[in-house]
């Protein structure tokens, strides 16, 4: 009690037990563990309330693999006062004990209930964890094999001999901290491995690994498109974070990109991240060819799918009145909104935001934190508004060098005005009223717009003689914009 009023600027307690009825360096362990763990929580929590720090939150460094993860019994220890747990999603992989080769800190399992990122998460939203509560984290290190035979690229498959002596690693036998990674095996700026070795990803597990085929070391790791793929996941499924083991052996480029990837707004740019987020080798590529010739044809039923777009000039409004805080403290609201937008007040709870006229479909990410009175921030929240130019001026693009060829009528279709078909009056018309003598359309990409019979017509490409009620169809050469 005393180091948090010694230090305010700490808010939370982690409490590492590694791992609840599991075996560690010789300790007693059993079934009690998970009753005792909640009586440990329950004792944390009273005297961190006697001393006046209520405001001080309890999470624990939890397992990712499912069986340890449930000895803990978490539900009991959320009943007694526990905030938040933080699945260390990591070391799925290691020399000497793992028995096969794979990745140490996957996002998606390479077999159904495979040890993975995803699997750990949907286990506990399965079992009615809140998502908020819920922690993800990315290695700042590597698993490293030697003696490592592929079979398959993607999805991983080989073996790996863990043999007697100690395997390559920065101080650890088999682990490489990072920043000897960017220094001894692995090029970001130029996209490839060092020193003989090669970047590959597996896409079936979303899981970057070096291989060197000369040495046969083998080294599993998190890249910045990976932990940048982490903090997408994240955001996208509500949970309250993400964090790493360990942020001393970073050097700035996996947390920006996690913070890319959870949505944050760039304030300021010292290089640009874009380039590292590249994929690696992923197949043979004669086993390319080989799947691509083997591979039967399938038909498969389409997916409908519905968008909200926002036609630019238009105003909208962004409302944060939905945050809640369970404790019922009051909010304060800060949001984050792309530098092509002013907005009036960005600390009120609704804000108003005209959208940018565009000429194509464009992407504006809008994002929020929440504060309670302790100034404890929500996790961030996102919103990508798609602005779009409106239906009558989309363009077509033109061809490269495409002669334009003129559309002839049928010889039975009757193009020419009728005797009767009198416009409109032209004095209220928007347009200039359709002519007959006129060509339209003659300059690509001037396509203008002409009134007629009270409507109004844009020509889609040259035209000359054909009346745009009589021609507005498909294949007609104008499009009915509406009455006017």
Known sequence: MKLFKQFPMFSEVDIDWEYPNNEGAGNPFGPEDGANYALLIAELRKQLDSAGLSNVKISIAASAVTTIFDYAKVKDLMAAGLYGINLMTYDFFGTPWAETLGHHTNRKALEEGGWAVETIVDHLLAEGFSADRINIGYAGYTRNARQVEIESLSPLKGSYNPGSGPTTGSFESGTSEWYDVIYSYLDLENQKGRNGFNVYTDQVADADYLYSPESKLFLSLDTPRTVKAKGEYAAKLGLGGVFTWTIDQDNGVLVNAVREGLGYEIESEVIDMEPFYFEGINVEKDEEQSDSD??????????????????????????????????????????????????????????????????????????????????????????????????????PEPEEEEEIIVPVPDEEEDTTPAEDDTPADDKTSP?????????????????????WKGHNYQVKWWSMGNQPDLNCGVGGAWTDLGAY
């Open 294 to 395: 083997d591979a039967q044809k399938v038909n498969h039923a389409p997916k409908a799918a519905i968008e909200l777009m926002v036609v630019g000039g238009s105003t909208v409004q962004l409302s944060g009145a939905g945050s809640s805080d369970e404790d019922n403290d009051e909010l304060s609201f800060s949001w984050g909104v792309p530098s092509q937008i002013d907005v009036a007040d960005k600390t009120a709870e609704i804000i108003e935001v005209v959208v940018p006229e565009v000429s194509e479909k464009t992407a504006f990410q809008f994002t929020l934190f929440v504060r309670d009175c302790y100034n404890e921030p929500s996790s961030q929240q996102r919103f990508v508004l798609t602005a779009v130019p409106a239906l009558s001026q989309v363009q």
């Open 431 to 451: 347009y200039a009223q359709w002519d007959a003598s006129t060509v339209y359309g003659a300059n690509w990409g001037s396509f203008e717009i002409v009134s």
